[in-house]
């Protein structure tokens, strides 16, 4: 089937891939060891859980 | 205030604009201007990303929330260290390969022009009223506490924020922004300081606790399911988790931060240093909050902090009943401090309700009075503790620090309206292949322009308070919206187009009729908002799939 045209600003632009479908850029360094790794995702999560279960904790504390 | 404190102002503001023009080099192209070459560190970016999203409506705000209810609201940002988790597995990398100036620049490949268009203009709508609002609400505060004309107090703050964030670009404001950080942080901790040295005068710090707790201002935690409350755990850890992906996903002011970090996994860090950070940094501004009420117990806090009617009242026919009033208010303010120093929590808690209720009655003479319905004093707590019970030097830190918090959120916003201005708008449908310099130029005025705007929308937003709830209200209406447009784009490959252009406006127009017609709070706007664009966008683009073929892989 051919394309549909349209004479709206940038309508006749063929739609491109979705982000996972690109090339890495330059900016990109996932070759190199990444200092992300899950276990700072992991950190995050515990850190907040304690954070919460303090607050709570603490507001029990002195009501 | 002592010349000493205005000197620390003025010296202050003149740093911030010369470090700010020094940091413009490498902004002689738009890349530099806007993106500060994707050469920033995490730390730079991260203190950035902070400083954009603390202005100082938080601090004279937020510091007002926990005078008044206690640490509760810190709740509205359960759901931020989980989104940003998300997004640094999400968007951050599909920003960064898509080597983009704003965010919707990526809704064009993934989608057409129109999406691109209809999204960005929706967030300079938003941004541009709002950037209005950020530099209205704490000038309204600043002038009454410090005698200043409204215009003053405004050009105060838009005028070197205008002329770094123009010479500057993008760079300068992050630079600037960590500067701020800094300033406004050590200036609440040492007010902290005070704050202690003040209440531990009269009690221990056990008592302190005590006197916190027992008036419920400690319990930050509450896990009752309902949505027509504003703050709970469950509101904060869903509806903030949607409105915190719309806001650093989708918001290009926040985009943009993150955009000029010097690679993906810095930009990343520069999120997850937010995770760590933002809640315990919440956490010392409401306390601080909660300190000025104590340390209010042993020092006799102003019946109304926000004296800007006093006159006009006292000169009316309820003058009288004001002063009856003060009167009443001084006694009960003595009960409630004997009460408080022999440690009766009946009587402290009694005689802190006969507070409440004479502020409350004085709130409806003060009303009655001017007709203003939406007078309150909540963001007049804190300047009034700064400016009456601050050392002289650290009183002037703290007004420094104000108008810090109200130049970084404001010059974050303005680069993002320019840039996305030039980048979607001038350089997409006007003017194509012009030459960098031509591009640069234009985007230095496109800031000039809209700083402008915004210093015309805050004077007008100052002397009208249904124009500021309406801006603050408008962010919900529109980021679930968007947020809902982003999944479409990122997590399907089915969705087209036509569905996410329509799913848009339906999302948003659902979240209207609910914002007016039901109780549910603002922060569940933003899960429906996005559900809807997600259920109506996949729905047409499953019923009308796209036509248009991708082209093939190289």
Known sequence: MRPRRSSAPGRNLPPGPPASDMPPSKTDDTSGASSVTPAVYVRVIVLEAAIIAALWLFGRSFH | ?554
């Open chain 2, 1 to 554: 205030m002592h010349l000493t404190d205005w000197l620390v102002v003025a010296v202050y503001i003149v740093w911030v604009v010369y470090d700010g023009l020094r940091r413009s080099k490498g902004t002689d192209k738009v890349d530099g201007y806007f993106l500060a070459n994707r050469s920033l560190p995490w730390w730079a970016v991260g203190l950035s990303v902070i400083a954009t999203q603390m202005s100082a409506v938080t601090m004279v705000g937020t510091t007002g929330q926990g005078y008044l209810t206690g640490l509760r609201f810190v709740q509205f940002y359960f759901g931020l260290p989980i989104a940003m988790i998300m997004l640094s597995l999400t968007v951050v990398p599909f920003f960064t390969r898509a080597k983009v100036y704003t965010a919707y620049e990526y809704l064009e490949r993934r989608f057409d022009a129109r999406v691109r268009s209809l999204t960005s203009f929706i967030f300079l709508m938003g941004r541009a009223f709002s950037l209005g609002v950020t530099l209205a609400a704490p000038a309204v505060v600043m002038s009454a506490i410090l005698g200043w004309q409204l215009p003053v107090t405004i050009l105060a703050v838009c005028v070197p924020m205008i002329l770094y964030t123009t010479i500057g670009g993008v760079q300068a404001v992050a630079w600037t922004d960590v500067k701020q950080m800094f300033v406004v942080v050590g200036g609440m901790s040492a007010t902290v300081v005070v704050l202690l040295y003040g209440i531990l005068d009269h009690v221990s710090f056990g008592r302190l606790l005590d006197l916190a707790g027992a008036t419920g201002r400690l319990q930050a935690v509450d896990f009752k399911f309902d949505p027509r409350e504003q703050y709970t755990f469950w509101s904060g850890i869903i509806g903030g988790l949607f409105l915190m992906l719309a806001y650093f996903g989708c918001d290009q002011s926040q985009v943009q931060r993150y955009l000029t970090a010097k690679s993906v996994d810095e930009a990343r860090q520069s999120l997850l240093m937010s995770a760590f950070v933002k809640i315990p940094l919440q956490l010392l501004i409401l306390t601080t909050g909660v300190l000025v009420f104590v340390f209010y117990l042993f020092h006799t806090p102003p019946m109304l902090f926000n004296r800007s009617y006093d006159g006009q009242v006292a000169a009316s026919s309820h003058g009288a009943e004001y002063a009856a009033l003060e009167r009443q208010f001084d006694a009960a303010v003595d009960a409630r401090r004997d009460a408080a120093s022999h440690g009766d929590r009946a009587a402290f808690l009694t005689t802190d309700g006969a507070v409440k209720d004479i502020r409350r009655r004085a709130v409806d003479v003060v009303r009655a009075t001017t007709g203003d319905a939406r007078y309150d004093d909540v963001s007049y707590v804190f300047p009034t503790f700064i400016t009456t019970h601050l050392p002289i030097g650290l009183v002037g830190v703290m007004i420094a620090a104000i108008f810090a918090a109200a130049m970084s959120a404001s010059g974050g916003e303005l680069n993002a309206l320019a840039t996305a201005t030039i980048i979607d708008f001038y350089r997409r449908h006007f003017v194509k292949d012009a030459a960098d310099a031509h591009y640069l130029r234009v985007s230095k005025l496109a800031t000039i322009g809209w700083g402008l705007f915004a210093c015309v929308v805050a004077m007008y937003a100052a002397n009208e308070g249904s124009l500021i709830e309406v801006v603050n209200r408008y962010g919900s209406f529109f980021y679930g919206s968007l947020l809902g447009v982003f999944i479409l784009a990122i997590l399907t490959k089915r969705a087209t187009a036509r569905g996410a252009f329509w799913g848009l406006l339906a999302g948003m127009a659902v979240v209207l009729i609910v914002a007016f017609t039901t109780p549910i709070a603002f922060l569940w706007h933003n899960v429906i908002g996005a559900a809807v664009v997600f259920v109506v966008g996949m729905t047409i683009s499953v019923l009308s799939p796209d036509v248009r073929e991708r082209p093939a892989a190289p």
